[in-house]
């Protein structure tokens, strides 16, 4: 589900402005340049997948991110990073002989 949720880019770059800081709904519409009702719909979905916290103060809502299940992406990804870093290692030792190679 947090594949699904980060495929927005509205929310992504929600979670972009609360690893800054926490921020007002209202903070966030502006950034975003989006309506506030617009806003409040994709921090509900955030909050749904456990991606964000809301607090409560008086009469606003605080909201801020949690980086838990973002840390379940990070995991999942490890493998892949991995074999890019394979790849890439490759690519380098391949440079440096046709580099040597072409060297009088």
């Given at each position: 589900?947090?594949?699904?949720?980060?495929?927005?880019?509205?929310?992504?770059?929600?979670?972009?402005?609360?690893?800054?800081?926490?921020?007002?709904?209202?903070?966030?519409?502006?950034?975003?340049?989006?309506s506030?009702?617009?806003?409040?719909?994709?921090?509900?979905?955030?909050?749904?997948?456990?991606?964000?916290?809301?607090?409560?103060?008086?009469?606003?809502?605080?909201?801020?991110?949690?980086?838990?299940?973002?840390?379940?992406?990070?995991?999942?990804?490890?493998?892949?990073?991995?074999?890019?870093?394979?790849r890439?290692?490759?690519?380098?030792?391949?440079?440096?002989?046709?580099?040597?190679?072409?060297?009088?």
């Amino acid at each position: 589900m947090t594949f699904e949720v980060l495929a927005e880019p509205a929310r992504r770059r929600i979670l972009d402005l609360l690893r800054e800081r926490p921020r007002l709904v209202g903070e966030l519409s502006e950034a975003l340049g989006l309506s506030q009702p617009g806003t409040s719909k994709h921090l509900r979905v955030l909050r749904d997948a456990g991606l964000v916290r809301v607090r409560a103060e008086a009469q606003r809502r605080r909201y801020e991110l949690d980086p838990a299940p973002l840390a379940e992406i990070d995991a999942w990804l490890a493998p892949y990073r991995r074999m890019w870093a394979d790849r890439f290692d490759a690519l380098e030792r391949h440079l440096d002989t046709a580099a040597d190679e072409e060297t009088p």
